[in-house]
Every structure is written in structure tokens, then in C-alpha cells.
């Protein structure tokens, strides 16, 4: 373009030719984009036994999506983890206050889940809140139009293959999960008896994120389908409208995924065990190490917590979470955690060990006591919580739940 720029004559002439060339490649992407689509409702159709032609017409006029193939690109070379922005960026005073007014609005029922399921309440809301802002943030794209994009229009990463069939089960489930909440049956053997065409249509067409995730607690179609619930009793599920039924999902996903009711979650690394945890830490979430090895090791303190009380089990699995962040000259820093299988139950809601420390931090936040309810031995005592702000650690007065 800078070349062209030279000559009056030669600027019109490559002004016109690569207009051709792009509105070609445009069509040719296009004409692609609509046989991919149509061919994977062909499947559905025909595995589920769904009409095409209803399938066809909800797919009518999807499009594809550019600005969200820029949103799902992998950050640049020199890009850097940042746990402290990370963490302020959702640890903070409008997060924390819409989540206390949220915890008010829906107390009885967050104590009725929590008690049913043994996921405490400051979980479930630091969870929405995280996602979402209590609804307030649940993204402004039609899911069928981000699943689609992504599934046959993935930008050209090294993981594309992969990427793209992930996003075309999402849309396979989608299509199932609308179809079902519009009153069809799988398979669908009467044909289009008992369909809703508008709820089919509006399931298709509702508001998500880039990614594809629906409602207050970001669900993807497949987890709708297979955690969600009825949490307010209407006969169907609502993850957009219903806050009792995104805290009923959240509750049955984090049970699902193995949370151990009255176990704490993670345990900070301090002083001279950050040494030996820079050892162990390979990023993999997986419980690998036991509670005694690490004591053993140095990376945990028998004095630390639950540890020094009894309430968790020496044979109890752990795991060595990194959180890196560069300190204000710049420099690499990483703050070191010991995770728990609570830990490793809030990565499977999002795998980022950003995502379930924030989580961790904005429980506490609302008063979450990370501390076992469940002693291991005769000799266990009542400990005061914790607090710890770098390598020291001080003593704090329990905090009543809000």
C-alpha cells in the first residue's frame, strides 16, 4: 500500500485488483463456511434423527464471527503471566460488593444448595462473580454464530485441529441441548410433534461469550447438558434469568468434579519452602504428591493451618500450583500455593490456576474459612484462621459469613 501510494496510476490499478482477489476469497470462504455448517446439521439429523429441514431453518442466517477469531488467539511471544493483575482485575471492591448484595438477594437458598451439596456458598458466588458479575457480564454474541465461527473458522494456531473439533461437539451439543428445551425428543422419531419452533430459534440466537459460554455462571453447552439444574422448580433450566438455577449448576458441577465438603483448599508456600516448590512445580493439575511428602520436603510447615490441627490427612494428594508475576523493576517473580482437591475441582471449572486462586481469594473475601471441618484425629483443636500477606503470617478473628 506504501508502494502504491508513489504513482497516482498505479494506486488505481492495485486498488482494483486485490478488491477482486479479497471479494473471491471472501465468497470462496463463505460457500465453505455453508457447506461445513450444512454438513454437520446433515449428521445431526441424521444420527439424532431430527428433521434437517427444522435444523436448516434455524441455521438460515448464521454468519461468521472475524473479531472473535482475534479474541481466541494465544497472547504474543512477550507476553507475560501476570498473577497480580490477574488477581486485581477480579479481586475488587465492585466484584466483592455486588457479591455481597447477590449472597443477600438469594441467603436461603445459597444455605439450602450448600447444605444439599456440601459446596459452600462463598464458592458458588465467588464462582458467578467471577464469570459474570452477577449477570451483569454474560457477552453480547449469538452463540450458534460463535460456536459455528470457531468450530470452521479457527484462526491458523498449532492447535487448530483440536480447537475446531472441541467447538464442533459444543455445536453438535448446542443443537441438542435447544432441541430438548424446546420440547423435542432424542431421537425424534415423530418428527416435529411437540416442538416449540420459537424456543428452538431463541435457544440458538441467545446472548454468549467469545468462547460460547451461556449465562450467569458461563456454562458451555455441554455442561449445561450434563451439570446443569433446575434450582427454582419452573420445570426448565435458565442460566441467563434464573440465579437459582446458575447456583444450583455451579453447586452440582463443583460436586460432580469431586469438591470434598469441609476440606480446605490450597495452603501458600512460604519462606524457605518456596525454594523446594520451584522444584517440584511442572504445571500440571494433577494430584501427585502426598501432605506428608511435602512436609517432609519442606515445601509446607506442620504449623500451617489444618496441618498443625489434624484436618487434613497426611496421605491427602497435593499438587504445586505457580502463579508468576513480574515484581515493579520487571523481574520474574512466582508466588508458590499447595493445592488440594478443592483446588483441582475449581481448575476443572476453568483450567487456569489464575482462574481458581482468584476463585480461592474472593471466597475469603466473603468469609470462607479455608480450614478442614472435618478432623482426622481424636487430637485435633480448634485453630483461628489464618491470614497470610507474603512470607508472614498473623492470627485473625474468624469471620462471620455475610
Known amino acids: 500500500m506504501l508502494l502504491a501510494a508513489c504513482s497516482n496510476t498505479p494506486t488505481q490499478q492495485s486498488s482494483t485488483a486485490p478488491a477482486i482477489v479479497n471479494q473471491t476469497e471472501e465468497a470462496t470462504s463463505e460457500a465453505l463456511f455453508s457447506e461445513n455448517i450444512h454438513a454437520l446439521l446433515a ?20 454468519k461468521t464471527i472475524p473479531s472473535i477469531r482475534k479474541l481466541v488467539l ?3 511471544g512477550t507476553f507475560k503471566k501476570n498473577w497480580v493483575a490477574y488477581r486485581k482485575r477480579f479481586i475488587e471492591p465492585l466484584r466483592l460488593k455486588a457479591g455481597k448484595v447477590f449472597w443477600e438477594q438469594n441467603k436461603t437458598f445459597l444455605t439450602q444448595v450448600e447444605q444439599e451439596s456440601g459446596v ?18 454474560t457477552g453480547n454474541f449469538r452463540v450458534k454464530d460463535v460456536l459455528s465461527t470457531l468450530a ?9 485441529a483440536g480447537r475446531e473439533q472441541l467447538f464442533k461437539d459444543q455445536l453438535k451439543e448446542l443443537i441438542l441441548l435447544c432441541w430438548s428445551d424446546a420440547g423435542g425428543k432424542l431421537p425424534a422419531k415423530n418428527g416435529t410433534q411437540g416442538l416449540n419452533n420459537s424456543h428452538f430459534s431463541a435457544c440458538l440466537n ?50 460432580q468434579h469431586g469438591w470434598q465438603p469441609g476440606m480446605p483448599i490450597s ?21 501427585k504428591y502426598s501432605v506428608e511428602e511435602l512436609i517432609n520436603k519442606g515445601v509446607l510447615k506442620p504449623e500451617q493451618g489444618d496441618l498443625q490441627a489434624g484436618g487434613v490427612a497426611p ?6 500450583v505457580d502463579l508468576p508475576y513480574p515484581d515493579t523493576d520487571g523481574n520474574d517473580q512466582v508466588h508458590y500455593v499447595v493445592g488440594l482437591n478443592n483446588f483441582l475441582s475449581i481448575v476443572q471449572y476453568n483450567r487456569s490456576y489464575f482462574y481458581a486462586q482468584s476463585v480461592a481469594e474472593f471466597a ?15 487430637t485435633a483443636k480448634e485453630l483461628k484462621p489464618t491470614v497470610t500477606s507474603g512470607s508472614k503470617t498473623k492470627k485473625s478473628k474468624v469471620k462471620k459469613k455475610i
Do not use: C, H, W
Not at 446472548?207 to 453447552?221: H, K, R, T
Not at 495452603?267 to 494430584?287: C, H, M, Q, R, W
Open 43 to 62: 449428521q445431526v439429523a441424521q444420527t439424532q434423527e431430527i428433521p434437517l429441514p427444522t435444523l436448516e431453518t434455524g441455521f438460515l442466517d448464521v
Open 74 to 76: 494465544p497472547p504474543s
Open 120 to 137: 459452600p456458598a462463598e464458592i458458588i458466588v465467588a464462582i458467578i462473580g467471577i464469570e459474570t458479575i452477577y449477570g451483569r457480564q
Open 152 to 160: 470452521f473458522s479457527y484462526p491458523d494456531t498449532p492447535n487448530k
Open 206 to 255: 441467545q446472548n454468549s461469550s467469545y468462547a460460547g459460554a451461556i449465562g450467569l455462571p458461563q456454562f458451555m453447552p455441554s455442561s449445561i447438558r450434563s451439570f446443569a439444574v433446575d434450582g427454582d422448580g419452573d420445570g426448565r433450566i435458565d442460566l441467563r434469568q434464573s440465579p437459582k438455577d446458575a447456583i444450583a449448576s455451579v453447586a452440582n458441577f463443583m460436586k
Open 267 to 287: 495452603f501458600p508456600v512460604l519462606g524457605s519452602g518456596i525454594t523446594e516448590a520451584k522444584l517440584l512445580a511442572d504445571g500440571e493439575p494433577k494430584l
Open 315 to 320: 496421605q491427602s494428594k497435593a499438587f504445586i
Open 364 to 378: 475469603e473475601a466473603l468469609g470462607y474459612k479455608n480450614l478442614s471441618a472435618v478432623p482426622t484425629s481424636n
